[in-house]
């Protein structure tokens, strides 16, 4: 029996072009690839912008190492936002819990652990962080809890989360601003203290791309295992070194930005180093608080592509009913959605804590609406059922890279707004487009 | 059948209401090793509810449901799934998002020794029970979503009969399907049956079902009118049974038939 459906495709296969066939070997992700080079073409306007693309001052490594800083505290919370999108709710309250857990952990590192154990004690920071990041489960489990078991609306609870947290971030100290932060709890917030060095930071690269590798590797072996269909050798090879190509590339950008000189002057000084005559550079290297960042969206990958959670989470997402009918767990599972939000939420608040270097009840301000806009503009469907960790991510550095470059033109706030609120929705609208498609 | 055996499936005197509408009243039904009963009746007569009660995602308000002679409870899909009961649901309830191979498996995913998802063996033996319904079939790295009708029936049958189910429900299967699929849906029906798998086929078109089934239990108006050997029956009583809830004299009358 001749099989048309085969015939078909082999029709098909032949008619494809050079680049369509190359996107088939590689599996390359077209979605994320388009965002990609959305965030280059933005990056080249501001560079070009800022002086020309020579002289421009927004690809110098200084900026993309501050960018890669700003945009941490967001990603982390954009990482958990997908979750909760996905499974279509929402989360309004994440900037207030970022706010008052931020709160909590400042106070107690700067006012309740000195008088029990004393100032700058080695586990005071492990202390404040466990106890935010305890502050935070509970904060996202209760409104997960009232969420899934008692059937109020994502979307009604979290707006409450917003104005309850808030309130009660103010409540903590009755508007007082809290600091100085413990030293080493400030190593979460970047600068020349809180990053690894030049060697570290290659170590961090090499590892990296030693485990794309191995993954790639590994993957290729599992499926020749059952005899799978393998995409071509080429397209592997080629896979694995742009990959490495890039996390070496941000490695080495990371260590060309040095030690502003009057820091290197005072580590001179207290270390009894002379500075030779051509002045000294120290390399910043990767910042802890992007380590964390990077390390918490590899955690959430992990989470959603290789565990039952994430595969439910997805499932429920695009049936709820189905996955219902499946046997799946669903409340219990949309509540411990919340509660890994609100240790998201409590992660991004030590790292914006420790950058501030104090806990104000200000903190994470409309952080809910950049973290909502960067799981969505990463390609997050509003819909439920798809979204990315990656593409979340890249939607946080697309968004605060909107940001810096538009303060580095000087752009007034207001205009800055305009900016970003037109962009969040032009891009929602090509992605429609995009799926219609693709459909 | 046999009288002698003891039923797979004995449903007695199940009621369930919603907020005082009873879908289902007083309702009893049984189903032998090897049988195929279909449950008839009118859109809203209560055979899709009876056995969403039966497959766990409706709680039963009295009644009781034994499985092999023993009492069951059957408190969710999951329970219902413990005793053996699969439903391949009207709407099909697949996951649209996800692929083949983790529709098959949801909720019963196969694990690698590290508590990962193990992929690669859950899309093995996707590829081998769909190339057994459907062998044209191919797209086993699409979501569900992007497949035709025809294709997420045969998804949702497979995930039926991969965990080797002792009962089926099937609730419209044919709905989706043209008449060549049609045809190897019942194919599928006979040779599951020869394996003495249960089967609860619900349509409300009595053409679809008669020649597949052995036995037909009919509802109105959420109540048994009667159920039926097919050899005692004609396909026009029956359908009075369906229109007017009137029992003919081979069939057993239930509760709900008018005398």
């Given at each position: 029996m001749s099989d048309p459906a085969i015939s078909l495709d082999r029709a098909r296969a032949s008619e494809l072009g050079l680049v369509a066939r190359f996107f088939k070997a590689t599996e390359l992700d077209t979605r994320l690839l388009g965002m990609i080079g959305a965030l280059v073409i933005i990056w080249l306007a501001f560079q070009f912008l800022t002086g020309g693309l020579v002289n421009g001052q927004f690809l110098t490594p200084r900026n993309l190492w501050n960018l890669s800083v700003q945009t941490s505290s967001i990603a982390v919370m954009a990482t958990g936002m997908v979750l909760i999108i996905v499974t279509r709710n929402i989360d309004l309250s994440v900037g207030s819990v970022l706010g008052f857990v931020g709160m909590v952990m400042g106070v107690t590192q700067a006012e309740i652990l000195p008088k029990l154990i004393g100032?700058?004690?080695?586990?005071?920071?492990?202390?404040?962080?466990?106890?935010?990041?305890?502050?935070?489960?509970?904060?996202?489990?209760?409104?997960?809890?009232?969420?899934?078991?008692?059937?109020?609306?994502?979307?009604?609870?979290?707006?409450?989360?917003?104005?309850?947290?808030?309130?009660?971030?103010?409540?903590?100290?009755?508007?007082?601003?809290?600091?100085?932060?413990?030293?080493?709890?400030?190593?979460?917030?970047?600068?020349?203290?809180?990053?690894?060095?030049?060697?570290?930071?290659?170590?961090?690269?090499?590892?990296?791309?030693?485990?794309?590798?191995?993954?790639?590797?590994?993957?290729?072996?599992?499926?020749?295992?059952?005899?799978?269909?393998?995409?071509?050798?080429?397209?592997?090879?080629?896979?694995?070194?742009?990959?490495?190509?890039?996390?070496?590339?941000?490695?080495?950008?990371?260590?060309?930005?040095?030690?502003?000189?009057?820091?290197?002057?005072?580590?001179?000084?207290?270390?009894?180093?002379?500075?030779?005559?051509?002045?000294?550079?120290?390399?910043?290297?990767?910042?802890?608080?992007?380590?964390?960042?990077?390390?918490?969206?590899?955690?959430?990958?992990?989470?959603?592509?290789?565990?039952?959670?994430?595969?439910?989470?997805?499932?429920?997402?695009?049936?709820?009913?189905?996955?219902?009918?499946?046997?799946?767990?669903?409340?219990?599972?949309?509540?411990?959605?919340?509660?890994?939000?609100?240790?998201?939420?409590?992660?991004?608040?030590?790292?914006?804590?420790?950058?501030?270097?104090?806990?104000?009840?200000?903190?994470?301000?409309?952080?809910?609406?950049?973290?909502?806009?960067?799981?969505?503009?990463?390609?997050?469907?509003?819909?439920?059922?798809?979204?990315?960790?990656?593409?979340?991510?890249?939607?946080?550095?697309?968004?605060?890279?909107?940001?810096?470059?538009?303060?580095?033109?000087?752009?007034?706030?207001?205009?800055?707004?305009?900016?970003?609120?037109?962009?969040?929705?032009?891009?929602?609208?090509?992605?429609?487009?995009?799926?219609?498609?693709?459909? | 059948m046999t009288d002698a055996q003891t039923p797979l499936v004995d449903i007695e005197n199940v009621s369930i209401a919603f907020g005082g509408i009873r879908a289902v009243d007083g309702a009893s039904v049984d189903l032998y090793p090897g049988e195929v009963v279909a449950l008839l009746g009118h859109n809203g007569a209560g055979k899709s509810t009876l056995i969403k009660v039966l497959s766990g995602a409706y709680k039963r308000d009295s009644g009781t449901i034994r499985v092999n002679g023993e009492e069951a409870t059957i408190n969710n899909p999951r329970d219902a799934k413990a005793y053996g009961i699969e439903t391949i649901y009207q709407t099909l309830a697949l996951a649209d998002n996800v692929d083949t191979a983790a529709n098959l498996y949801l909720g019963r995913e196969l694990m690698t020794p590290w508590g990962t998802l193990d992929?690669?063996?859950?899309?093995?033996?996707?590829?081998?029970?769909?190339?057994?319904?459907?062998?044209?079939?191919?797209?086993?790295?699409?979501?569900?979503?992007?497949?035709?009708?025809?294709?997420?029936?045969?998804?949702?049958?497979?995930?039926?009969?991969?965990?080797?189910?002792?009962?089926?429900?099937?609730?419209?299967?044919?709905?989706?399907?043209?008449?060549?699929?049609?045809?190897?849906?019942?194919?599928?029906?006979?040779?599951?049956?020869?394996?003495?798998?249960?089967?609860?086929?619900?349509?409300h078109d009595i053409h679809d079902v008669f020649h597949l089934a052995d036995r037909v239990a009919v509802m109105k108006n959420g109540q048994v009118v009667g159920t039926a050997k097919v050899t005692d029956v004609t396909e026009d009583e029956v359908l009075g049974m369906i229109i007017l809830g009137k029992c003919p004299p081979g069939a057993i009358p239930g509760p709900g038939a008018v005398n």
């Open positions: 100032f700058e004690q080695p586990f005071t920071w492990v202390i404040a962080l466990g106890l935010g990041i305890v502050v935070g489960a509970l904060i996202g489990g209760f409104q997960g809890f009232v969420i899934a078991f008692l059937g109020v609306p994502a979307f009604i609870v979290t707006l409450g989360g917003l104005l309850v947290w808030r309130g009660a971030a103010w409540w903590v100290t009755s508007g007082r601003t809290v600091a100085p932060m413990d030293s080493t709890f400030r190593l979460m917030g970047g600068g020349p203290e809180g990053s690894i060095g030049a060697t570290w930071s290659w170590v961090v690269g090499i590892v990296a791309c030693l485990a794309i590798v191995g993954m790639i590797v590994n993957g290729r072996r599992q499926r020749k295992r059952f005899n799978f269909p393998r995409r071509p050798v080429w397209a592997e090879a080629f896979m694995a070194a742009i990959a490495c190509f890039l996390v070496l590339g941000a490695v080495s950008i990371a260590n060309h930005y040095y030690w502003p000189i009057g820091i290197v002057r005072k580590y001179a000084e207290a270390n009894n180093i002379t500075i030779p005559d051509g002045g000294l550079f120290i390399p910043h290297g990767i910042a802890i608080p992007v380590l964390i960042a990077v390390a918490t969206g590899i955690i959430m990958t992990f989470v959603t592509t290789r565990t039952r959670f994430g595969r439910y989470v997805f499932a429920m997402g695009g049936n709820p009913e189905a996955a219902d009918l499946a046997g799946i767990n669903t409340r219990w599972v949309t509540m411990k959605i919340f509660i890994i939000m609100g240790i998201l939420c409590a992660i991004a608040g030590a790292i914006s804590t420790a950058r501030l270097n104090a806990a104000t009840n200000a903190q994470g301000t409309l952080d809910e609406l950049m973290t909502i806009a960067a799981a969505v503009i990463g390609g997050t469907s509003l819909a439920g059922g798809v979204g990315t960790i990656a593409g979340a991510m890249i939607g946080a550095l697309l968004m605060q890279s909107l940001n810096s470059g538009m303060v580095m033109l000087g752009l007034e706030t207001p205009l800055q707004n305009i900016v970003v609120g037109i962009v969040l929705v032009v891009a929602v609208w090509l992605d429609t487009i995009y799926r219609r498609r693709t459909a | 992929d690669v063996a859950m899309e093995h033996s996707a590829r081998e029970v769909m190339d057994r319904l459907n062998p044209r079939f191919q797209r086993f790295k699409d979501p569900v979503k992007a497949l035709s009708g025809g294709q997420r029936q045969s998804v949702a049958i497979a995930r039926a009969i991969l965990f080797n189910a002792r009962i089926l429900i099937m609730d419209e299967p044919t709905a989706a399907l043209g008449p060549q699929e049609t045809a190897q849906v019942g194919e599928l029906i006979k040779q599951l049956k020869s394996e003495g798998i249960g089967i609860f086929l619900i349509s």
